[in-house]
T-cell receptor
Framework: GAVVSQHPSWVICKSGTSVKIECRSL??????MFWYRQFPKQSLMLMAT?????????EQGVEKDKFLINHASLTLSTLTVTSAHPEDSSFYIC????????????FGPGTRLTVT | KQEVTQIPAALSVPEGENLVLNCSFT??????LQWFRQDPGKGLTSLLL?????REQTSGRLNASLDKSSGRSTLYIAASQPGDSATYLC??????????FGAGTILRVKS
């Protein structure tokens, strides 16, 4: 149980275009989903926390207009990188939990974004 | 602000060795601490989760300890195997359900 999927697993896009990444909880209802970013050989940095049906809470320094997060259902959250630039190239990982008091988060396999 | 540090940054050992990975955190007020494994280009696999009231957790050849008062945790891997080669991440949950990660230890087990 507790499986989280991401789609796509990798994507290459041109500078200036937008890219959408999906995060799905396959066998449980994810009240809360998290989006992380990981640069090569660095750790995961939390970008934002989203609760189903409400606006995402962004971490300091993360541009909410650039990284649009939607959590419209209990099994799906999306991250849209708008007007992507090469510096947005990174590994994006989502995680999901059953809510604020849930014991742990379950992580997706990640999406490698390359902006050319 | 909670900060998590992992030492060493990288470790290379011959197969069969027992090894210890270290994790320290600056604020002892945590709900739990978790160790993850990450293979190159992949997501995270949870290895062990230690609640703040616990001192250790074991799973197979893995044993994780937690000393909350001193802000330290260790992950002990017994009889290492080449398949253990990966990056090991330590993360603490300070409040709510956010996680704060360390930078990881890159482990290479040579056959």
């Amino acid at each position: 149980g507790a499986v989280v999927s991401q789609h796509p697993s990798w994507v290459i896009c041109k500078s200036g275009t937008s890219v959408k990444i999906e995060c799905r909880s396959l066998d449980f209802q994810a009240t809360t989903m998290f989006w992380y970013r990981q640069f090569p050989k660095q750790s995961l940095m939390l970008m934002a926390t989203s609760n189903e049906g409400s606006k995402a809470t962004y971490e300091q320094g993360v541009e909410k207009d650039k990284f649009l997060i939607n959590h419209a259902s209990l099994t799906l959250s999306t991250l849209t990188v708008t007007s992507a630039h090469p510096e947005d190239s990174s590994f994006y990982i989502c995680s999901a939990s059953g809510g604020p008091l849930a014991r742990e988060q379950y992580f997706g396999p990640g999406t490698r974004l390359t902006v050319t | 602000k909670q900060e998590v540090t992992q030492i060493p940054a990288a470790l290379s050992v011959p197969e069969g060795e027992n090894l210890v990975l270290n994790c320290s955190f600056t604020d002892s007020a945590i709900y739990n601490l978790q160790w993850f494994r990450q293979d190159p280009g992949k997501g995270l696999t949870s290895l062990l989760l230690i609640q703040s009231s616990q001192r250790e957790q074991t799973s197979g050849r893995l044993n994780a300890s937690l000393d909350k008062s001193s802000g330290r945790s260790t992950l002990y891997i017994a009889a290492s195997q080449p398949g253990d080669s990966a990056t090991y991440l330590c993360a603490v949950r300070p409040d709510g359900n956010k996680l704060v990660f360390g930078a990881g230890t890159i482990l290479r087990v040579k056959s």
